[in-house]
């Protein structure tokens, strides 16, 4: 689907809404966020009526995610209080509903809460069962936690739960990286995510990396990777993007259609839109943020014309990144005006280096090519766009 597509031809929706209050930020974490004070929940709560009833102009949203922050820190009745807020603009209840919720959140008034709004899906950021290892991430919960939990999601009613995972921790072993999938299989959710330690600037590990008191292990982390993918397949879920695996029929579809370029738009300071032809975020401050709804002329940031180069460019890029790969002949026939003679010899390149098969009009990367996703990305990126 084109994003010039006309609004009667457009498919549902997917809707993103920040929630951005969170205790403390995790030593990794850069995401905008602000410390939880009664007022400015209520004014945030406030804000997003008056955003939702501005964006959403009746057309189907088949997908809603909540992040943050921290979605899960809301009292019960302020989750409830949103989730209302949302479906009162919607013509339909959305087809899968997604929160990210920590550990340490988790109380059975506020499972309870979502469950009875229509949420269908719960993201548990678990990210280690390792005490000390959250320690080093400054996570605010133990691994005592994730049972309950666990525990508490489960006696609610939610049948599909992700666990994040994250590796390449400082002091981070191959054992121990190995028990946390062994441990979050045990548990048996539906899901798994997986994530190699990012240092994002500004954040408390960037810091120490920047001043040599860790380093990265790039080697461990393709035999981390590598060790994720064996152990995952072996217990039955199915890789089908370089982080992400699920039992049958439990992909994240607000995900999947994301990483297809489909539509979506973004509630909240510094929430992310693609929409109209459009990318564009919010500004990642509450204040500015509810002076640009009330006045009708939302503060945005980042904005970027989608042109048919950069669409083109990032759903090869996106596309290889799934496992199902990228259909050549449907991107040629997307972007008739577009010259993409480029990209047939460079996928024969990425095959000859073992990096991508082509079978007929279908490029997928090998494992070895997901272990370079990034440097395939930046290829494709520099063949497109130059």
Not at 37 to 47: H, K, P, S, V
Not at 120 to 139: A, I, P, T, Y
Not at 177 to 193: C, K
Request: aromatic residues 8%.
């Amino acid at each position: 689907m084109s994003l010039q597509a006309k609004p009667s031809e457009r498919r549902p929706l997917g809707l993103y809404v920040h929630v951005p209050f969170c205790a403390r930020a995790c030593d990794f974490c850069a995401f905008y966020q602000e410390a939880p004070r009664r007022g400015d929940i209520d004014r945030y709560l406030a804000g997003i009526d008056r955003e939702a009833a501005s964006a959403l102009t009746g057309q189907p949203v088949e997908t809603i995610f909540w992040g943050g922050g921290t979605p899960g820190l809301l009292p019960a009745r302020d989750l409830r209080r949103l989730g209302e807020t949302l479906l009162k603009h919607l013509p339909e209840p959305p087809r899968e509903w997604s929160v990210e919720l920590a550990p340490s959140a988790v109380k059975p008034d506020k499972a309870a809460a979502l469950r009875e709004l229509g949420v269908n899906r719960v993201s548990m950021g678990v990210q280690s069962f390792d005490d000390e290892l959250l320690d080093k991430l400054g996570r605010q919960h133990h691994a005592n936690q994730i049972y309950q939990a666990w525990e508490t999601l489960r006696a609610a009613g939610f049948d599909n739960i992700n666990l994040d995972l994250m590796f390449a921790l400082p002091g981070q072993s191959r054992e121990q990286w190995l028990a946390a999938l062994r441990e979050a299989i045990r548990l048996g959710p539906e899901h798994i995510s997986t994530y190699c330690l990012t240092f994002e600037e500004d954040t408390a590990l960037w810091v120490k990396l920047s001043q040599g008191k860790i380093r990265r292990d790039i080697p461990q982390e393709a035999d981390f990777y590598t060790l994720s993918w064996e152990t995952l397949a072996e217990a039955g879920y199915a890789q089908y993007e370089v982080s992400n695996f699920a039992r049958p029929g439990h992909e994240c579809i607000h995900n999947i259609n994301t990483w297809r370029m489909t539509e979506w738009l973004g509630l909240g300071p510094s929430a992310a839109s693609q929409y109209g032809g459009c990318r564009y975020a919010n500004v990642a401050d509450l204040d500015k943020w509810l002076a640009g709804v009330d006045a009708g002329q939302p503060a945005r940031v980042d904005e970027v014309d989608l042109t048919p180069a950069i669409l083109a460019t990032d759903t090869l890029i996106f596309g290889l990144r799934m496992n199902a790969g990228v259909d050549l002949a449907r991107l040629e026939r997307d972007w008739p005006g577009l010259d993409l003679s480029p990209v047939r010899p460079w996928a024969r390149e990425l095959a000859d280096e073992g990096l991508a098969l082509l079978e007929g009009d279908t490029l997928l990367l090998t494992p070895a090519g997901r272990l370079l996703a990034d440097r395939v990305g930046a290829s494709a990126l520099e063949l497109l766009e130059g």
